[in-house]
């Protein structure tokens, strides 16, 4: 079963179980996958690769989000969007733990031969394509630093 279908699958649940959050949510990734699939250039498919990158960015916009509304105290706008947050990413792979990252990055840095904080750029193209979905690009990127400062 490809994401979309899942997502579809999953607002018939939500719909049943008379989830508003959930449905709500499910329905956003939906509008997003379909605009995605008919987009000018798009071949009207849409690849579970392309999904992720789009639950990816609706979880990061959530976070977000409710960072901005919580330095606002609108707690109950942040809280909710904390929630959307965290339904995306059950759509998501297993995200890694800092030492799975610390040791993923590792075997990508010795793989491309950088030995650097110059050669970052060389390192976070391919370990962003390696690990997307699995880790914030924020997180890929402050390791990267960290592990190359060495």
């Known amino acids: 079963m490809n994401m979309f279908d899942k997502i579809s699958e999953g607002i018939k649940e939500a719909m049943k179980a008379k989830d508003q959050v959930r449905l709500d949510t499910l329905r956003a990734i939906k509008k997003e996958f379909i605009e995605a699939k008919t987009a000018k250039g798009a071949d009207g498919e849409l690849s579970d690769d392309t999904a992720m990158k789009i639950l ?24 909710l969007n904390l929630a959307e947050a965290k339904i995306i990413e059950e759509y998501l792979p297993k995200q890694l733990t800092p030492e799975e990252l610390e040791e993923a990055l590792k075997v990508i840095i010795e793989r491309v031969g950088a030995t650097s904080p110059q050669q970052m750029g060389m390192v976070m193209g391919v370990a962003t394509k390696e690990l997307a979905g699995k880790v914030e690009g924020k997180a890929i990127s402050a390791k990267v630093k960290e592990l190359l400062s060495k």
């Open 56 to 79: 990816v960015k609706l979880v990061k916009q959530r976070k977000e989000v409710a960072e901005i509304f919580a330095s606002n105290n609108r707690q109950d706008l942040a809280e």
